[in-house]
């Protein structure tokens, strides 16, 4: 794969229109996208795609979005991503989390990714999000955490 990888330390809202579409709600980047690590993904001159990554203690991150430009979808990209992120920071930390809606696909995803479920958050969209969050034609209510133990690396495979 032809890309770069680049940690952004200032005005990191330039890249709204791809943190969108992880996280539908501005309010609620808002509320990690600071005080969060972010990495964009680029493929030539294109940037393809985003990852925020926060320190929560204890040794713990957590991938708070991860997004791909939609052409670059389905490519190994996002996989490509997850596997940056695990190499970097599984120097600094011993266990990340990330919490999604339950949808099919991305649950899929990250499990390939060798993430293994946590814990769920009831309601969690439906208490913090000003609008219903729709994901594969499903109303999205619980946030499901998933969690990559310490040496947390993952390794790609491609078909």
Do not use: W
Not at 58 to 83: D, T, W
Not at 96 to 111: E, H, L
Request: proline residues 2%; contains cysteine; hydrophobic residues 35%.
């Amino acid at each position: 794969m032809n890309m770069e990888i680049t940690e952004i330390k200032t005005d990191k809202k330039q890249y709204l229109e791809l943190l969108l579409l992880a996280d539908e709600q501005e309010s609620m980047i808002d509320r990690y996208l600071e005080r969060g690590t972010m990495h964009v993904m680029h493929h030539g001159t294109d940037t393809i795609g985003i990852a925020v990554v926060t320190d929560e203690g204890n040794k713990v991150c957590e991938l708070k979005n991860l997004a791909i430009a939609p052409s670059f979808q389905r490519h190994g990209y996002g996989r490509e991503m997850i596997s940056y992120l695990c190499r970097l920071y599984s120097k600094q930390f011993t266990t990340m989390m990330v919490g999604t809606g339950n949808s099919i696909q991305t649950v899929s995803f990250y499990k390939s990714c060798g993430f293994t479920y946590s814990h769920t958050v009831p309601d969690f969209f439906t208490l913090h999000y000003d609008h219903p969050i729709i994901e594969d034609g499903k109303v999205l209510t619980d946030m499901i955490y998933f969690k990559k133990k310490s040496g947390f690396s993952l390794i790609l495979r491609f078909y």
